[in-house]
């Protein structure tokens, strides 16, 4: 039938310069591919089991009390106290942070990088990344008319040369993107790294937006927050978010940290990218955050996720597909080089459609994805049912494709 509607009434291109190579996210197009195929989902980072009732029950009762208005754009005041107590939980012997005019609660990380890559970054701009660099980083630095320059990890253990992260710096250097615990190595990290990468900061002048949205998922290994460094508070956005630690990924609650002067910086974009974001979500973390300091929910979340990490692991190495160690984070990877496909994307393409078990291939987290390791990242955010589902699938790959 003939549209009503006349389409080709635009001459010329519709979209501006700076969505130019912005495409469809890899896990949108993966999570697209599992559900067309009926496949196991291990490719996009989201939990598939049930969120906290206490997480839950909170929500439910600031709807019921009728919290349905905007809230303040900086975020819910009774949620900053509660956020400034938690950095004093998580960070002691750091400063403490002002609620006032130090935090703001935005819709998820996703929105606090974006806001803070245009608050702080000017056209013509670089701004330094590690990478393997997670997908939203790239367009971010783009949008705002800025590159990106990048510090590769190096295999075994995610390492950077700190020559080359020194030559990185320049006069045009205005912002370095930090993610511990990384997404999607599972490194985290450790304190002299960070010093290095704070000296780097301070001699250039360069600000930190740090990515952290892991922070409470760790094994083995302590999380530390590079702003609670000598001298780093004044340079840093320190970046979290409800999502991953009380496994509500659809909420998007995220908050920042930072100084008065970058937090200012900050909330002029937030202001007019979404305002503000679901008020009953925000009084909810409110309740929350103290609840679970007190109940032991963190040791809790670690546990769970060690269990599911090991469960992972097993079925991975039953289909021996290796998975390299990890820290922190909910991910597993795995060198499918040698095993007759076409790089990692042709292996998660027919993992998918072949197998029925959907993975992220992480060429998709480097500018270069034809320079990268041949990779694949298995979620383990998954109910020990869905991770045991992908077992006799993984096993059919692992006998027609053999290392
Ligand atoms: N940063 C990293 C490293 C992530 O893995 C994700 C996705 N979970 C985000 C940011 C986005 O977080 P949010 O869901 O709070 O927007
Ligand atoms: N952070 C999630 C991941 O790495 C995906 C979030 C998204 O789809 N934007 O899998």
Known sequence: MASLIDRSGMRGRVSAHRIDGVGTSIFTEITALAV??????????????????????????????????????????????????????????????????????????????????????????????????YDAYAPDIAMAGASARAVPLGQPDWTFDPGLLSAAFGPRTRALLLNTPHNPTGKVFSRAELEIVAALCQRHDVTVISDEVYSAITFDTVHVSIATLPGMFERTITIDSMGKTFSVTG?????????????????AVHQFVTFTNATPFQEALADILPIAARDGYYDQLRADYRRRRDLLSAVLRAARLLPLPIGGAYFLLTDISGRGFDGDADFCRRLVSEYGVAAIPTSAFYADPSAAPTLARFCFAKKDETIAAAAPRLAALASKNPP
């Open 251 to 267: 909420w998007k609650v995220g908050w920042a940290i930072a100084p008065a002067p970058l937090s200012a910086a900050l909330r």
């Open 36 to 133: 067309r195929h009926g496949a196991v989902n291990l490719g996009q980072g989201f939990p598939d089991f049930a969120a906290p009732d206490f997480v839950k029950e909170a929500a439910a009762r600031h709807i019921r009390d009728d919290h349905n208005q905007y809230a303040a754009s900086p975020g819910v005041p009774r949620l900053r106290q509660a956020l400034a107590d938690d950095w004093r939980r998580r960070c002691p012997g750091a400063p403490d942070v002002d609620p006032n005019d130090e935090i703001t609660v935005a819709a998820g990380a996703t929105e606090l990088l974006h806001d803070a890559v245009l608050a702080i970054v000017n056209p013509g701009d670089e701004v330094i990344v590690f990478e393997p660099a």
